[in-house]
């Protein structure tokens, strides 16, 4: 069978243009100049049968290396986690797989109440008042928090820490050059923020003041002394967070955060070559009209009923028009639910258990390494992931760990030149002892 679907006849095609007053495809195009008009054959190869087609793209296909063949240590964002089963069998389910936005609450109620346990989840486990019903990824999710508090505070100065996501400072500062704001990096020291200069960067002018917590480098940042530093300001407290870390982790609302956002990439979520993702956006209740997005609220219908419904719509396609707070137009509600399902599959015991897991394999790794006479670099406690100093190039001993069925961690020389030939090392729950010993054994090999 040469078409998976039924495709148009030369007939249909005649009555369309009729339909519609023309006489030829040729007279649509009749307003394009003639002079940039193609002229000739697309560069392109001719057509294929729907069977030919996908073996080719399979062998395409193939040639990716993936997870399910080689052990990974790679992380830097996107993490290899356990995914229990039942959440692709909830999320493939048509009424959540088709579903666009719950515009109609009373034909929508499992989508809206699939946010609302979303919101509800995000809030318990950073310990912030609100919650929205998602955002595109963590990256966009910071970026926006930034905004809010440009907005909020009127002022111009956003301090971010150099120990937050290379990429997630490079949305903020795309975010904040039309928006007109100073994006203020503060330098780490030691692989955490360093609070000598943070404390000296803050002013009447700042907006905000942003960490990650763990750090990209895998740094656990002391928010106890960095939110009695933002409060000598007006600026806000963000922190960017991975939930799963929570589990084990004091959440940054303890600390006095006033937003938290993040990736939820971690509960249910597959890497899948970097995407699709889902940010979380969590504030104080102060904020909560400043939200980005949507917020799913819960009520009573006029039978006493439970019902849920679009509490909250700020994107400027709405009613708010020029009061908008965000130009965000949709949410991630699918990867939204995954991740419901799979904190919900997990419990509040489950992903304590998993988080500290990810501690302890992460710490026998580090003690692994050392013991094969590898420097761990910004050493001391830390969370998935760590830094270590190679002895010879990156590129010759991935390559050789490749070679092995092992993916390498990220290589630091590409986001700082002083960190050329410097390893972050990602060792998730996972990662199995034999998996680890493996590693070090073939790490050891590359050994001065």
Do not use: W
Request: aromatic fraction near 8%; proline fraction near 4%.
């Amino acid at each position: 069978m040469t078409y998976r679907y039924l495709p148009m006849t030369e007939s249909d095609r005649q009555e369309m243009l009729a339909t519609i007053g023309v006489n030829s495809v040729d007279e649509l195009f009749s307003d394009i100049p003639e002079k940039v008009r193609f002229k000739g054959r697309l560069n392109i190869p001719e057509p294929v049968s729907e069977p030919a087609l996908m073996k080719e793209l399979s062998k395409m296909a193939d040639k990716n290396v993936n997870i399910k063949k080689y052990t990974s240590f790679l992380g830097a964002g996107v993490y290899d986690h356990y995914i229990p089963s039942i959440v692709d069998a909830v999320i493939s389910r048509s009424e959540f797989y088709t579903a666009y936005t719950p515009y109609q609450p009373e034909i929508s109620q499992g989508e809206l109440q699939a946010i609302f346990e979303f919101q509800t989840m995000i809030c318990e486990l950073t310990a912030m008042d609100v919650a929205n019903s998602s955002m595109y990824d963590g990256g966009t999710a910071l970026a926006e928090a930034a905004m809010l508090a440009k907005g909020h505070t009127k002022g111009k100065k956003i301090l971010i820490s150099q120990a937050v996501h290379p990429e997630y400072r490079a949305v903020v500062k795309t975010y904040g050059k039309g928006q007109g704001a100073e994006i203020v990096e503060i330098a780490a020291k030691d692989g955490i923020t360093d609070l000598y200069e943070l404390e000296r960067s803050i002013d009447d002018d700042t907006a905000a003041v942003i960490v990650q917590y763990p750090n990209f480098f895998g740094r656990i940042e002391p928010l106890e002394k960095i939110g009695p530093l933002v409060r000598k300001s007006k600026g806000l407290f963000i922190v960017s967070a991975n939930p799963l870390a929570l589990g084990a982790l004091k959440p940054p609302g303890e600390f006095d955060a006033d937003i938290v956002t993040g990736d939820a990439q971690v509960f249910g979520i597959p890497e899948s070559f970097g995407g699709p993702h889902c940010g979380f956006f969590a504030v104080k209740e102060k904020f909560m009209r400043k939200i980005p997005g949507r917020l799913v609220g819960m009520t009573k219908d006029e039978d006493g009923k439970r019902g849920f419904v679009l509490t909250l719509q700020a994107r400027e396609q709405h009613i708010r028009r020029d009061k908008a707070t965000s130009n965000i137009c949709s949410n991630q509600a699918l990867n939204a639910l995954a991740a419901s399902v799979a904190m919900t599959a997990l419990g509040k015991r489950g992903i304590r258990e998993m988080a500290l897991l990810n501690m302890k394999k992460t710490h026998y790794a580090k003690q692994a390494l050392k013991a094969k006479g590898f420097e761990i670099v910004f050493d001391g406690p830390c969370f998935n992931e760590f830094v270590v100093k190679l002895h010879r190039s990156y590129d010759e001993v991935a390559k050789a760990l490749l070679e092995k069925g092992i993916i390498a961690g990220y290589h630091l020389g590409k986001i700082d030149p002083a960190l050329e030939n410097h390893m972050l090392v990602c060792v998730t729950e996972l990662r199995t002892k034999e998996e680890i010993d493996t590693f070090v054994g073939e790490m050891g090999g590359y050994h001065g």
